[in-house]
């Protein structure tokens, strides 16, 4: 009964967000299409904008990885990561999600594959895939396209945000599913 409804719920929140918007801007008198328009002219724009920082970015993920730096991080985090219980397989998940999206996606993949999504791994990496944002991403391309240069803060917020998320997913993971 209640997965019904949440079912129904979640079948028409969207329909229904749209049809407010819409009935908003009729009561506003606003010109709908135009407005539309002019927004998909703007992101357009923000979307050429950001593509040598995207080319950046995708450069330097190449580097790290074609590089090694990413296998020398595991090996040196993975003996103490061992002693507090959490699972080496998860570990390059935790170190590619906050540097890319379609990278952890591939990790999460593979993880996914190889172990299931009910294991305790594929929980474990999907909890992280959804909780996680794409910090040095974020910074690189959105910041750097509309020029904010000074990103100290945002990016150590990020990153404890990142391995929060990483803790909690281990621990809830553990917690239910043992």
Known sequence: MLQTIIQTIAAWTIPLFIFIILLYAAAKKIDVFTTFIEGAQEGFQTS?????????MLVAIGLLRASGAIDL?????????TKLNVPGEILPLAIMRPLSGSG????????????????????VASTMQ???DTTLYILTVYFGSVGIRR????????????FAAFAASIAICTLVFG
């Open 73 to 81: 991080l595991i090996g040196l985090l993975l003996p103490v990561l």
């Open 130 to 132: 959804g909780s996680t």
């Open 151 to 162: 990103t100290r803060h945002a990016l150590a917020v990020g990153l404890i945000a990142d």
């Open 48 to 56: 050429i904008a950001l593509i040598p920082y995207l080319v950046a």
């Open 104 to 123: 952890a996606l591939g990790i999460t993949a593979e993880i996914l594959e190889h172990f299931g999504p009910d294991s305790f791994l594929g929980r």
